[in-house]
């Protein structure tokens, strides 16, 4: 029976969650360690969640609203990669070091930024992974005087694709087929990023 698999992945652009909870389940609650839960001071700078992520959830039209960052999250070890993880996952992690790597690099892509996620969909035929269906990827970027859909679809295709497949075993190479789906930032722009618009956990999703 053939089925589709998604796994999906946050570049360490995407910010770290502190909060007062966390202090006491660590323990701190003694105010005579001169750090505890209740009265350490916090600063509250948190706001609205950035409008270029909220665009991807939010619909006057009710059929075609989001869900947001609302999921399922499991684990597992198997045999598919040399980490013991799916293959969806591995893959997804790879493209955003590859992604950070060009954007370290300063020679190619020059308009990234540190935030981004990407999702892989894997068809499966029983428990042996056949083909990439679908990447996913959403990339903080400088704001852009030209079709900046385009540009870093087209920049995409030509710079990381081909990264991503000549780092990989050849047993992973052939799940690339001409068919696959690419889908590069699809709630549009994606300017406003990192711990100014968004939190979350670097490497995970819920």
């Given amino acids: 029976m053939s089925y589709l698999f998604t796994s999906e992945s946050v570049s360490e652009g995407h910010p770290e969650k502190h909060i007062r909870d966390l202090i006491r389940k660590i323990g701190y609650t003694d105010p005579k360690l001169r750090f505890s839960s209740e009265e350490v001071e916090i600063i509250n700078l948190i706001h609205n969640q950035s409008e270029n992520i909220n665009q991807a959830v939010e619909s006057e039209n009710t059929h075609e609203q989001g869900a947001g960052d609302q999921g399922i999250m499991f ?87 081909p990264r991503l497949i000549n780092s990989l075993p050849e047993k992973f190479v052939r799940l690339f087929q001409e068919d696959y789906k690419l889908i590069i930032n699809p709630s549009g722009q994606f300017i406003k990023g990192g711990p100014d618009a968004d939190t979350g956990l670097t490497g995970r999703k819920i």
């Fill in 75 to 161: 684990g597992f070890a198997c045999n598919q990669t040399e980490n013991f993880m799916p293959v969806a996952i591995e893959l997804s992690h790879r493209v955003l070091q590859i992604l950070s790597g060009i954007r370290k690099e300063g020679k190619e892509m020059q308009y990234l930024q540190p935030d981004s996620k990407a999702q892989f969909t894997v068809e499966y035929s029983g428990d042996r992974a056949e083909r990439v269906d679908t990447i996913l990827v959403s990339t903080q970027h400088d704001e852009l005087h030209q079709d900046q859909k385009g540009l870093i679809y087209q920049d995409f295709k030509r710079i990381v694709i």
